[in-house]
T-cell receptor
Framework: DTEVTQTPKHLVMGMTNKKSLKCEQHMGHRAMYWYKQKAKKPPELMFVYSYEKLSINESVPSRFSPECPNSSLLNLHLHALQPEDSALYLC????????????FGPGTRLTVL | SQQGEEDPQALSIQEGENATMNCSYKTSINNLQWYRQNSGRGLVHLILIRSNEREKHSGRLRVTLDTSKKSSSLLITASRAADTASYFCATDDTDKLIFGTGTRLQVFP
C-alpha cells in the first residue's frame, strides 16, 4: 500500500470556525509533512514530523496547529483562519530522511470565507 | 530564496512530440527529484537522481544532472495527452525539500 489518504477533500469554513484536516499512511514511514499550495505555485513546506516529533515549523502562524497522534496519523488543526489561508493543503510521508522520496496525498482544498 | 527556477513556465506540444523542461538551483545538493502534479491533486514522484549521477532513465523519462551548472533537465519522449500536468523539480536543503517554480505542460491530442 503506497497510498497517503487525506480527509476531507474539500472544506469551507468561516473565520471563526475550528476544523481539522486528517492524513493517514500505512507504509511504515517515519517522516510526515504538511504543505500549503496556492494556485500555480509550488508546494510550500509548513511542518515536518520525524518519528512522531515536530522537527520543522516553517514559521507558520499559530492558527495552524499540527498534531501527530501516532506514526500513521497526522492532523492539522485550524482556528481563526484568514481568507488568504485558502489553498490546497497537502500531506506527504517518506521512509525516513526528509529528503527521501515523498509520497503525497490528494490534498484538501480549503476555502476560508 | 533557495527555490529552484524552472523553464519554461509553460509548454504546449502535440502528442508524440518530446517535451523538455529545465531546472536550475542555487545550492549544493545530495539529490534532485522530479514530481508531477495533475490539476488540483497531489504530487507524484517520478525520478530521483543523486549528485554523483549524470543521467537516469525511467520508461519515457530521461533526467540529466549537471552539478557544475547547478541544473537538471527532464525529457519526456513520445508525449501523450495523459502527460498533461505540472512538473516540479525538488532539491534537498539540509533537512527539507525545496520545490522549483514548476513547468505546466499541455499535450494536445
Amino acid at each position: 500500500d503506497t497510498e497517503v489518504t487525506q480527509t476531507p477533500k474539500h472544506l469551507v469554513m468561516g473565520m471563526t470556525n475550528k476544523k481539522s484536516l486528517k492524513c493517514e499512511q500505512h507504509m511504515g514511514h517515519r517522516a510526515m509533512y504538511w504543505y500549503k499550495q496556492k494556485a500555480k505555485k509550488p508546494p510550500e513546506l509548513m511542518f515536518v514530523y520525524s518519528y512522531e516529533k515536530l522537527s520543522i515549523n516553517e514559521s507558520v502562524p499559530s492558527r495552524f496547529s499540527p498534531e501527530c497522534p501516532n506514526s500513521s496519523l497526522l492532523n492539522l488543526h485550524l482556528h481563526a483562519l484568514q481568507p488568504e489561508d485558502s489553498a490546497l493543503y497537502l500531506c506527504a510521508s517518506s521512509q525516513d530522511l526528509v529528503t527521501d522520496t515523498q509520497y503525497f496525498g490528494p490534498g484538501t482544498r480549503l476555502t476560508v470565507l | 530564496s533557495q527555490q529552484g527556477e524552472e523553464d519554461p513556465q509553460a509548454l504546449s506540444i502535440q502528442e508524440g512530440e518530446n517535451a523538455t523542461m529545465n531546472c536550475s538551483y542555487k545550492t549544493s545538493i545530495n539529490n534532485l527529484q522530479w514530481y508531477r502534479q495533475n490539476s488540483g491533486r497531489g504530487l507524484v514522484h517520478l525520478i530521483l537522481i543523486r549528485s554523483n549521477e549524470r543521467e537516469k532513465h525511467s520508461g519515457r523519462l530521461r533526467v540529466t544532472l549537471d552539478t557544475s551548472k547547478k541544473s537538471s533537465s527532464l525529457l519526456i519522449t513520445a508525449s501523450r495527452a495523459a502527460d498533461t500536468a505540472s512538473y516540479f523539480c525538488a532539491t534537498d536543503d539540509t533537512d527539507k525539500l525545496i520545490f522549483g517554480t514548476g513547468t505546466r505542460l499541455q499535450v494536445f491530442p
